[in-house]
Structure formats: C-alpha cells, structure tokens
C-alpha cells in the first residue's frame, strides 16, 4: 500500500512538474518582460522593449502666457501638491499657452515618461481619425467585421464602442487571483490573450478591462493594413503626433513586429501629452486644420450608457464620485475629496496619478507625470488652478 501511495505521489509529481515547464513556456516572454521591467522609474523607458517609435515633427515652442493668467501662487501649490507625491513633470496650458511648467531633478522638457494607461485615451481618438478616413466603417461595427479570429463568435458581435466604453462583457483577468491570461494581458502575448478571453456578462455593463483596448487597437491596425496604410505608428505619426509637432515617442511592442500594447505604454514628454489634451480642449482643430472631426472630439467625451464618468476612452469629472471605481475585479479606488469647481472636465488617466486634464469652460490644460503612488485625490490639481484663475 506505501509502495502504491509513493507511486501515486511519483506520477503527481512529475505531473505538476511538466504543467510548470508548460506554464513556464507559455509565458516565458511574460516571465522575460517582467524581469527587465520590474522597478523601473517612469523615466527609464529604454527597458520597455521591443519599442516602435511614433515620429515626431519639429515645430514652433509653446508661447508663454501672461503672467497673470495663472497666479504663481497657485501653480506652487500645484507643484508643492504633485511634488509631495514623486511629481516628475508638471506643465499648465491656459488658452495654448504655458502658464506653468516644473520638472524635478534630471528631467527636461524632451525626456519622455511611462504613460501607462493615458495611451487609451489616444487610441479613441485615432478610431475617429480612421472613420473619417473611410478606414473604419462605424464605431458601432461589430469587431469581428476587423478581427478574423472573431468572425462566427459570438464575442465577434461586440461593437468598438462597447470596448471603447469598457462595456464588452468579456472577462476581466485578475493578477489578485494568479490567472495566466493576467500576465500574458500585461506583460505577454498581448492580443492573443485579449482574443481568447471568453464573455462573462451581457454586454452593456462597465467594467474597465485592459483587453477591451487591446481589441479595439488591433481592429484598427488590421483595417489599417487592409486599407494599405502602414503600422499604426504611421498612422499615429501622420495624423496627430506630427502635426502637433510634438517629439519622438515609443511605443512598447508584444514582441518584435507585432502590436502595440494598446492599453498602455505611449512614451512621451510632457509637452507632448499637452498639446495633446490641448487637441482636445480646441475640438480636433490645430494651427486652421482639423486633425480629427470635431464631432468625433464631442462623441468621446459625452457619457456613455454604461457609465457616466466614462466616455470613449475618456474619463469625465461629472458626476462627483467620492471613490471612483475601475472594475470589480480590481479592489483599487481613486478618492476625490470634493466635486471638480467646473462641470466640463475631462481626463486621461495613468495609473498612479499619470494624467492630462482637459477644462474647456477654462481654457486650461494641465498635463502630470509621477512615480505611481496611492496618494492621489482626484480634483486637487484641477481645483488648485481653477480657484486661482480669474472669474
């Protein structure tokens, strides 16, 4: 009987041996990633390879605003504020013009950030730059219609706006519980990952989910490539990045020649991040030519129905929420001690307290680099500097 127990325990053994060399395999890339990413600053974005650059085209330095379009008081409280919580870039815009900008300790104007999720953001803008282009039918099409894996599937059915509002209903991995498509989400075979995830809830209910990006942006790189328009860093490059003349910027890469990591890791400056949320602020419109519709600009900040502090890849300050939740997978909430003093604010957001604010009744931009950390209240930087601009 012991013989037979050691026999038993032998062939389990060896069992849990080859699912670890299995597991090991499937997520050797994961594993490789992780170990030369792990504690990096957000500043050393050379270890986020393979990278893909986003070119950028000079152009005419931001001006300077008046003196007194933002009291210097409050753009030191701003900075006093950020600074407290690994601040590494800071840089305000009133009506396109630099009324503040504050760097720490070995950052330049050039150097460029780790973005995290701000990336989001800019890929529901370049989806409307593809409408308008005839690259993309509807952001009401059905994603299997640029996906062939989905085509016949079900999940086929979702609409890139149900993944750009966080509604697919597809399952949402959690690192919390050790599930392997988390790591391949984050750190591995990024789009095969988000293409095997199964529905979990009926479409229409949010629930944040770094795959929902990951298949929007592969949609539109596939429409890209059928429609002959290169990678989408071309795209990117021609129809925004460049025109805004802003810098080179990186892309972090699943692996070499394969996607971005649509859901995060767009590396640029600070500048750059402002003239982007300033495109925003100016409805698609720079320097007499419009980069993306206008109407496109409108559609992805209003509400959508399955959250009304979410749009299309944006998030937006009304309704006041004291804790803003992502998903119920994730325990992780962002506190906003007090409502936003101006209804129309709209914000990328980087885990950790990377943001770009947009206020348009205000004129105001303001675009914000850090360590990630916990500390981070909501409002306090959008309300420092409407509390000290002119009625």
Request: charged share 20%; hydrophobic share 45%.
């Amino acid at each position: 009987m012991f013989r037979k127990i050691l026999k038993w325990l032998g062939f389990a053994l060896l069992a849990l041996v080859a699912l670890i060399a299995i597991y090991a395999a499937m997520h050797a890339r994961a594993v490789g990633n992780m170990a030369r990413v792990s504690g990096a600053s957000i500043t050393e974005v050379s270890r986020y390879t393979p990278a893909e650059t986003v070119k950028g085209c000079p152009s005419t330095p931001l001006l300077t605003a008046a003196p007194d379009a933002l009291p210097a008081k409050s753009f030191a409280a701003m900075k006093d504020w950020s600074d407290k919580r690994g601040g590494a870039s800071l840089i305000v815009l009133i009506d396109g013009k630099i009324a503040g900008e504050a760097y720490s300790s070995g950052i330049t104007q050039a150097t460029r950030t780790q973005s995290n999720s701000m990336h989001k953001s800019v890929v529901a803008l370049m989806i409307g730059a593809a409408i308008e282009a005839g690259i993309i039918g509807s952001v009401d099409d059905p994603v299997g219609k640029y996906l062939d894996e989905l085509k016949g599937d079900p999940r086929g059915q979702i609409t890139l706006r149900q993944l750009l509002s966080m509604s697919s209903g597809l399952h949402n991995p959690s690192m919390a519980k050790m599930e392997g498509p988390a790591m391949e989400m984050m750190l591995g075979n990024v789009s095969d990952a988000a293409l095997g995830l199964p529905i979990e809830t009926k479409p229409g209910i949010f629930n944040y989910n770094n795959a929902n990006l990951q298949l929007a942006g592969t949609a539109l790189s596939r429409a890209l490539k059928r429609a002959g328009k290169g990678r989408y860093a071309d795209f990117l490059s021609q129809q925004m990045w460049c025109p805004l003349g802003n810098g080179d910027a990186l892309l972090w890469l699943e692996y070499e020649g394969g996607e971005p990591r649509y859901f995060a890791f767009l590396n640029a400056a600070a500048r750059d991040w402002a003239r982007v949320g300033e495109l925003l602020r100016r409805k698609g419109e720079w320097n007499g030519k419009q980069l993306i519709p206008a109407a496109w600009m409108a559609e992805v900040v209003k509400p959508s129905a399955a959250n009304p502090n979410y749009g299309l890849g944006i998030w937006r300050g009304s309704p006041w929420a004291a804790q803003r939740r992502y998903s119920k997978e994730v325990s992780l909430t962002v506190p906003q001690a007090e409502a936003f003093l101006a209804d129309d604010v709209y914000y990328f957001d980087g885990f950790g307290g990377q943001r770009v604010y947009v206020v348009p009744s205000a004129k105001l931009v303001i675009a914000r680099a850090g360590t990630p950390g916990m500390d981070w209240d909501e409002a306090a930087l959008v309300n420092i500097a409407l509390r000290g601009l002119k009625p």
